[in-house]
Nanobody
């Protein structure tokens, strides 16, 4: 079992930055999971944003955020972060942290085992 708690959401103007964090706890080793972020905008389906390998060596991004968002993890602190720069109004969504026992690639395709409750990011124009 893994519990995931997101933080760092809020209101920001277009062009600004936010840093989301996800703290993991539980009986399973954090480093045994690929980690990722998904988001769900109002009236839309949840979509993949970014994923990172167990070791942190490889990352995957949705085309819509590539070059603007950076995912990273600290296995010693059981945390994963999402640095979001050059934010756009279309980035407004609830952002969810996810853990998967498979690979980062399969997590990016929706193969997830655990979810956080989400944190709201609102980007004003």
């Amino acid at each position: 079992q893994v519990q995931l708690v997101e933080s760092g959401g809020g209101l920001v103007q277009a062009g600004g930055s936010l840093r989301l964090s996800c703290a993991a706890s539980g009986r399973s080793a954090f480093s045994s999971y690929a980690m990722g972020w998904f988001r769900q905008a109002p009236g839309k389906e949840r979509e993949f944003v970014a994923a990172i390998r167990r070791s942190g060596g490889s990352t995957y991004y949705a085309d819509s955020v590539k070059g603007r968002f950076t995912i990273s993890r600290d296995n010693a602190k059981n945390t994963v972060t999402l640095q979001m720069n050059s934010l756009k109004p279309e980035d407004t969504a609830v952002y969810y942290c996810a853990a998967g026992a498979g690979t980062a690639l399969t997590l990016s395709l929706g193969d997830t085992d655990y979810w956080g409750k989400g944190t709201l990011v609102t980007v004003s124009s």
